[in-house]
T-cell receptor, first 115, second 117 residues
Framework: AQSVSQHNHHVILSEAASLELGCNYS??????LFWYVQYPGQHLQLLLK??????LVKGIKGFEAEFIKSKFSFNLRKPSVQWSDTAEYFC?????????????FGTGTRLKVLA | KAGVTQTPRYLIKTRGQQVTLSCSPI?????VSWYQQTPGQGLQFLFE???????NKGNFPGRFSGRQFSNSRSEMNVSTLELGDSALYLC????????????????FGPGTRLTVL
């Protein structure tokens, strides 16, 4: 079955620490990959996306993610987090398989950055 | 451009009742998707509409239904509400083509918080 796994449900970091949030997917067809972020009290918004080409993609606010096809992973990274990065992060896969497509989101990772 | 709007923002209903939620997509967006968001479950895909046709459907019971109007506005209906239907219902619009697929990002609305007592 198609699925997206985010291994860390809650992460607490101090400002300036490095961040890596894991995302693994299980999907048999062509996939497009996304990371969305939901800041407290705000809408879900796109951080970055991967469709094809360079597997290292850069998004807004200094975030980047690397697509490793052999590991079915799309981990999110940021070298130095800020207090304002406190939010919930969702990995998402949209896959085409046998002429139909599915939108699948992970369960989310709540990040708390301590000032 | 105005963003995706959803009404109402909050709803309280009792078991057995039905509810209708509304979503207005970004102008020019013809694809509207609905999600149920609950703690620990993330976002669960309900369905997607494009040009007034349901193009894709998630694994929810038939109590959950939707429709899309010619102006791309969409409504979602839940009949015979159960306690487990309490959730944040999100609507997202995108510029996906008639062929479909996630080749464009989705823009999310603020959601409708449904509480079933």
């Amino acid at each position: 079955a198609q699925s997206v796994s985010q291994h860390n449900h809650h992460v607490i970091l101090s400002e300036a620490a490095s961040l890596e949030l894991g995302c693994n997917y299980s999907y048999g067809g062509t996939v497009n990959l996304f990371w969305y972020v939901q800041y407290p009290g705000q809408h879900l918004q796109l951080l970055l996306k991967y469709f094809s080409g360079d597997p290292l993609v850069k998004g807004i606010k200094g975030f980047e993610a690397e697509f490793i096809k052999s590991k079915f992973s799309f981990n999110l990274r940021k070298p130095s987090v800020q207090w304002s990065d406190t939010a919930e992060y969702f990995c998402a896969v949209i896959g085409l398989l046998s002429g139909t497509y599915k939108y699948i989101f992970g369960t989310g990772t709540r990040l708390k950055v301590l000032a | 451009k105005a963003g995706v709007t959803q009404t109402p923002r909050y709803l309280i209903k009792t078991r057995g009742q039905q509810v209708t939620l509304s979503c207005s997509p970004i102008s020019g967006h013809r694809s509207v998707s609905w999600y149920q968001q609950t703690p620990g479950q993330g976002l669960q895909f309900l369905f997607e509409y494009f040009s007034e046709t349901q193009r894709n459907k998630g694994n929810f019971p038939g109590r959950f239904s939707g429709r899309q109007f010619s102006n791309s506005r969409s409504e979602m209906n839940v009949s015979t509400l159960e306690l487990g239907d309490s959730a944040l219902y999100l609507c997202a619009s995108s510029l996906t083509s008639r062929r479909g697929g996630g080749y464009n990002e989705q823009f999310f609305g603020p959601g409708t918080r449904l509480t079933v007592l």
